[in-house]
């Protein structure tokens, strides 16, 4: 059994006991000072308070005080009486459970039940007081004292007990609230209006550890502020101390919403402040580290990823870099020249013109034939240094093919600037390039497009048009866009589509044109030349087409169709009796195409005659000559004569010419048709390559011999053989045969 009340712990019942018991001995000895005698004792009411409110214990201690002081005093009640404090107090523990009377109850609401108790004590007890008294002496007594006690016992008790009961209970409930603070997770602290300390709890303690000594209750805010600030507690007011105080007494009297605080351990709080109605403040601490420290983790994350985003980007440029650039040169290439244009189309204003230059180097193949791709590489890198020496700053230059570049600017409309860069790069690329010891001979040759309009998206067609054009011009100059231009390559673009329609449907042909000794006039034999017939345009002669399929590469099938059909023919003559000596075929000087003619007669072998292949005196034979040597030998290994066509047009160096040891030359017909009248001495270049092939015994035939007085100079001049309208033009087979017939009938009549 729990020996003390339903409020008190058994040492605070102890004590309780002692208070009460004194109350009653101060009680019992003033009564019998002021001689109100046993009457009036009022030792009752805390005998029976201790019992109720302190236990047993409380009520025996109460008891054996008070029992004292009533044996001090003596009298005939005075063990009586000390019993009855202890019945009285027994009395009050016992019935203060039985009526469940409860520290939570209201103290209003308890008097009823209080009351209720000390009437059933007096009830009860009194009578005691007079068992050791005759009934007819005791009976008055009682029936006097009886109501007095009663009354006495009630209003002591109520009184004393009501009292009580408020104290416990605001005790009770302080401590409730300190506990409910305590067990608070968060910082708690109430400053009241005149912002001193009221009660804070541990944990606020805690969360300012560093201001916790002078955390007092009384002590004003702002001396707590000041301390702490004094012991670094304030991170964010380390150098700016009363500026910090200034803000924090402001927003702690005007709080405005939750702030953050962080706090020297690494810890962060959030602040909230709620100013009360009667001006007090109330303050919770939220400890917000864990949601901080995830903020910041991803803070840090973000800015990883915003690092890695801006790593990414630049590699992105890098790479967007590189796409745009030409690897070998480092110039741009055509992906950034398309950006290039883009951007200067969009600048394009009436007093500006885009111009776009379009670089093709010449001879660039046999730089690499001759000197491998490193040589070729080399030259390339040297060609890039120039175009970015001679193009204006603001020029983008790019390599756009292996040897074909591109230099795109924005000019002031007219300035002129467009054709001095390109003037200044054939001249730089004229120059030799030394390569390890050698010298590099290039040219290049430059197609420019000047335009006005922002929408124009054939800048570099066009370019190209008018670099085909300078090409064709002779090469190393440059030659700028215009519609004629571009309507002469549309046209050329139309014959080729023809051309290729024509060598696939035989329209391509040759005809013969009979070639005849100087002694007799007798046939030595027939110059194969292509023919084209057109279905709407008729007869196209080969100075038309021939160019056109060597520029487009057509010219190894129209030759190969050549060799094939003139050999055919031959035979077909020889066959019906007639007999050609030799058949003379006009070859490109390219490996391809000869090696092209050349296997086609492979194919055709036994020969119906000899034959020879016409080489064009016209090609730059010092330049070609390391690649013609193979060549004339691979020609000469297939039992094929080389004669030199149209010598005395070209520029090279006869000599060199001549170290080809040609089987035969034919003298150009303009050279020819130059001996026209009577003094054949007007022609000195006539009569020195006559003269130096006699004396190379060099045999000669002289080709566009259209009148009877050429043909006796030349035969003067030691030509051995006539070909020219004066005897034939080319004939195709039929006339051919017609005319060898009527020769051999007839004998050679001059036209
Ligand atoms: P070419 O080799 O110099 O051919 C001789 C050209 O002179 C022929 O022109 C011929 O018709 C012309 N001709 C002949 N006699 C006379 C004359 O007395 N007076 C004048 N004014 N001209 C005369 P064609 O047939 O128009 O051929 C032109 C050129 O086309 C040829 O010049 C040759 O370089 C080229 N060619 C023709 N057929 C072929 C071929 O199958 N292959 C190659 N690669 N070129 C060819
Ligand atoms: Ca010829």
């Known amino acids: 059994m729990r020996l003390s009340g339903p409020f008190l712990k058994p040492k605070d019942g102890l004590v309780l006991g002692l208070v009460f018991g004194s109350t009653c001995a101060v009680l019992v000895l003033s ?132 009292t009580l009961l408020l104290l416990f209970r605001s005790i009770q409930n302080r401590k409730r609230l300190l506990h409910a603070i305590e067990a608070l997770p968060e910082a708690f602290v109430i400053y009241d209006a005149d912002d001193r300390l009221v009660i804070c709890n541990k944990r606020y303690r805690e969360v300012y550890g560093n201001s916790a000594a002078s955390m007092q209750q009384g002590m004003k805010f702002e001396t707590i502020l000041r301390f702490g600030l004094a012991n670094g507690q304030y991170l964010d007011g380390i150098g700016r101390e009363e500026e910090w105080l200034a803000e924090r007494l402001e927003r702690h009297r005007n709080p405005t919403g939750p702030v953050e605080q962080s706090l020297p351990n690494n810890e962060f709080v959030q602040v909230h402040e709620v100013r009360t109605d009667d001006g007090e403040t109330v303050g919770f601490r939220t400890n917000i580290t864990l949601l901080k420290r995830q903020q910041q983790r991803l803070e840090h994350q973000a800015a990883s990823l915003r690092e890695k985003a801006e790593e990414l980007s630049l590699a992105k440029q890098q790479s967007d870099i590189a796409s745009r650039t030409d690897e070998l040169t480092g110039l741009g290439n055509r992906r950034g020249l398309n950006r290039k244009l883009v951007e200067f189309a969009d600048r394009l204003t009436p007093d500006k013109e885009l111009c776009v230059l379009l670089i093709d180097l010449d001879h660039f193949n046999a730089i690499n034939d001759l000197f491998g791709h490193v040589g070729g590489d080399h030259v390339l890198n040297n060609v890039a240094r120039i175009l970015e020496q001679s193009a204006p700053p603001d020029a983008y230059v790019a390599r756009s093919g292996s040897d074909e570049f591109i230099i795109a600017m924005l000019r002031e409309k007219d300035d002129g600037v467009a054709a001095q860069t390109a003037q200044a790069i054939i001249d730089a690329c004229d120059k030799p390039f030394v390569y390890e010891g050698k010298e590099l001979r290039y040219g290049a040759s430059i197609g420019i497009t000047i335009t006005q309009n922002p929408g124009c998206t054939s800048l570099i067609e066009n370019a190209d048009i008018a670099l085909r054009s300078a090409k064709r011009s002779g090469r190393r100059q440059y030659r700028l866009f215009s519609q004629e231009l571009r309507s002469e390559a549309e046209h050329k673009k139309w014959m080729v589509d023809e051309l290729s329609k024509a060598i696939a449907e035989g329209a391509i042909l040759p005809h013969f044109q009979p070639q005849v000794s100087s002694a007799n006039y007798g046939l030595v034999g027939v110059e194969a030349l292509a023919r084209w017939h057109h279905p709407t345009k008729g007869w196209i002669p080969p100075d038309v087409f021939i160019p056109l399929a060597e520029e487009f590469g057509l010219l190894a099938r129209i030759e190969r169709i050549i060799a094939r059909d003139s050999i055919m023919m031959v035979q077909r003559l020889k066959a019906d009796g007639i007999d050609i000596p030799k058949l003379s075929i006009n070859v490109s000087v390219r490996a391809f195409e000869t090696t092209a003619a050349l296997g086609t007669l492979e194919e055709l072998k036994p020969w119906p005659c000899r034959i020879a292949f016409e080489l064009l005196e016209t090609v730059d034979y010092t330049y070609d000559y390391k690649q013609l040597g193979p060549l004339i030998q691979k020609i000469r290994a297939g039992g094929v004569e080389i004669e030199l066509d149209d010598f005395g047009s070209g520029h090279a160096s006869l000599t060199t010419l001549l170290n080809l040891r040609p089987d035969r030359i034919k003298l150009d017909r303009m050279l020819v048709a130059s001996l026209d009248s009577h003094d054949i001495g007007v022609n000195p270049l006539v009569r020195s390559i006559t003269e130096m092939c006699l004396r190379l015994k060099i045999p000669m035939t002289a080709e566009g011999v259209e009148k009877e007085n050429q043909a006796l100079a030349l035969a003067a001049l030691g030509c051995d053989a006539f070909q020219g309208f004066i005897f034939a033009p080319a004939l195709p087979e039929q006339d051919l045969r017609d005319w060898i017939t009527n020769m051999k009938t007839n004998g050679l009549s001059i036209r």
Do not use: E, W
């Open 31 to 162: 009564a019998h000072q002021t001689g109100a005698g046993s009457v009036v004792d009022a030792r009752a009411a805390p005998a029976i308070l201790s019992g109720i409110l302190g236990g047993p214990v409380a009520g025996l201690v109460a008891a054996l005080v008070g029992g004292l002081a009533r044996y001090y005093v003596g009298g005939p009640f005075a063990v009586g009486g000390s019993l009855s404090i202890g019945a009285y107090a027994l009395a009050g523990f016992f019935l203060g459970r039985l009526f469940k009377l409860n520290m939570l109850d209201d103290s209003l609401a308890a008097m009823p039940k209080v009351i209720l108790i000390a009437i059933i004590c007096t009830v009860l007890i009194t009578p005691a007081f007079f068992v050791d008294q005759p009934f007819d002496v005791a009976f008055p007594a009682f029936k006097t004292v009886f109501p007095i006690l009663v009354l006495q016992n009630i209003f002591g008790t109520a009184l004393l007990g009501g």
